[in-house]
């Protein structure tokens, strides 16, 4: 890989973020309202909406390391190795997520089926999209604090693209809050919110493709890759070599084991503030948009301090002040039945800002560090293979999400919890509390065991980049 210069312009950051605003409003709109749609206004079976849910999640897992090596290994041309997949990506994407959405009325098997078919389609499109994406920032910005730059450009973005569709369910369907009737929202709100984010996917994915287009035609050289015999058996068992390397096995495992923290807080969250604090849907509101706004704002400090302590220490940091915010928050979940409403509210109105502050740099560091160790694999091998190491990252994620969602499902049957119930039995109140803070706790406290055990120093790094360098240098003056 060839770079003219080891600063990347402030429009290649701008363009390269942009494009993760449309893609994450989608995937947090399917996230946070699928199972709703399917259940109470389509009338599909919970058991079969999990099913066709986990059937696809598991596929998408299975997806990205073979895009990735699919990327990696194909031939360089006018839109380079990732755009094309891109472009690509974003008419399927529209197509299939409005697709899902419109679903139309039938027997369950019909229905199940619909769900199915568009939900493994929007899954492979999705895939087709995010593995290059994600490998793109790495082919335009190797250089090692561009990268901390670059990831927190996407991050940023991503946290918008996250609080945007409770701003457009707002507009579109006021009604469907908690504690309203499943009736009163129609399918046709859906379709519209689906039409939106295709619409936005679309947008700013032709920014980022287009914006990054020049850059990656003047700036990025890959090496070729060679063709394997067996690559299917060879990508697989790859995914178990990845974690020999301590490097890769830290990052992959302290992220994942993290992002469960980051479920259990999101996904039980809204239980505990509802029916053990009380807070009104309004409020509930407000909390999530300061956990992503502290996210947001974060960005700028942990770039600065990744360069001033290196990019562990800060990651470290934010593991522990997300713990500091978990803690802070238990205060008050055990005194509110002696503290007034109001004042309590702006108490946990800032520990979840302290928590969103934190939460900030996993958002970042954590893939900015992979790419380091991806670098240092490029020298050794002197194969670029970002795109099929990222598969690996994306599928371990996926993996831990599903299980965590799992043991939260679990545990909320466990604990007796009944959604029918406006005024949970103080047991139940309790078993919330102990889900979420014990559950976070163990998750951050595990993540910062795993993490301290990362040994890439940033000058391992910078030679690594300074030797492929020279020799991209000296293989292109022979040619």
């Known amino acids: 890989m060839k770079k003219n210069s080891n600063s990347l312009p402030f429009k290649n950051k701008l363009f390269y973020g942009i494009g993760g605003l449309g893609y994450s409003s989608l995937g947090q709109t399917i996230g946070s309202f699928l199972m709703f749609f399917c259940t109470s206004i389509m009338g599909l079976s919970g058991t079969l909406v999990g099913i066709a849910i986990g059937i696809s999640s598991l596929w998408d897992g299975i997806s990205d390391p073979l895009m990735g090596h699919i990327s990696d290994h194909t031939k360089n041309g006018f839109f380079g190795k990732r755009l094309k997949f891109m472009l690509l990506a974003i008419f399927l994407i529209g197509i299939c997520n409005t697709l899902l959405w419109s679903m139309p009325k039938g027997s369950q098997a019909f229905m199940f089926l619909w769900l199915l078919v568009f939900m493994l389609l929007l899954e492979t499109a999705n895939t087709l999209w995010s593995t290059p994406f994600s490998a ?6 190797p250089d090692y604090n561009e990268q901390s730059k670059i990831q927190s450009y996407k991050t940023a973005f991503n946290i918008v693209g996250m609080i945007l569709p409770s701003i457009l369910v707002f507009f579109i369907m006021p009604s469907v809050s908690l504690g309203t009737n499943a009736a009163e929202a129609s399918q046709g709100g859906f379709i519209k919110l689906a039409l939106i984010n295709s619409l936005l996917v679309f947008a700013f994915g032709l920014i980022t493709i287009f914006g990054s287009l020049r850059r990656v035609q003047t700036h990025v050289h890959y090496t070729p890759a060679p063709r394997q015999k067996h690559a299917l058996k060879n990508l697989m068992a790859g995914y178990f070599e990845v974690f020999k390397h301590k490097g890769f096995a830290c990052i992959i495992l302290g992220f994942s084991i993290a992002q469960i923290a980051s479920s259990f807080l999101t996904s039980v969250g809204m239980h505990l503030f509802t029916y053990c604090y009380h807070f009104s849907t309004a409020q509930i509101s407000v909390l999530l948009v300061l956990l992503f706004a502290g996210a947001i704002f974060s960005q700028p400090f942990w770039v600065a301090l990744s360069k001033r302590i290196d990019k562990k220490g800060a990651l470290i940091s934010a593991l522990s002040l997300i713990l500091l915010g978990i803690g802070l928050t238990l205060i008050s979940f055990l005194f509110r039945m002696y503290v007034p409403i109001k004042f309590l509210y702006y108490y946990v109105m800032f520990t979840i800002f302290v928590c969103g502050f934190g939460i900030g740099a996993m958002q970042s560091l954590p893939i900015s ?3 380091d160790l991806v670098t240092l694999k490029q020298y ?5 293979q970002s795109g099929v190491y990222l598969g690996y990252y994306s599928f371990t994620y996926n993996l831990s999400n599903s299980i965590s969602l799992l043991i939260i499902g679990m545990l909320l049957d466990i604990i007796k919890f009944n959604p ?18 014990c559950g976070c706790s163990i998750a951050l406290a595990a993540a910062i065991l795993i993490f301290s055990r990362y040994k890439v120093k940033r000058a391992d790094v910078l ?17």
């Open 136 to 141: 793109l920032a790495l082919d335009m910005a």
């Open 420 to 437: 029918a119930d406006p005024i949970q039995a103080m047991s139940v109140q309790n078993g919330l509390g102990i889900i979420v803070f």
């Open 463 to 479: 030679k690594a980049q300074l030797k492929i360098a020279e020799k991209q240098k000296q293989s292109d003056q022979n040619n």
């Open 369 to 371: 560090m992979y790419a």
């Open 380 to 384: 050794k091998t002197g194969e670029n």
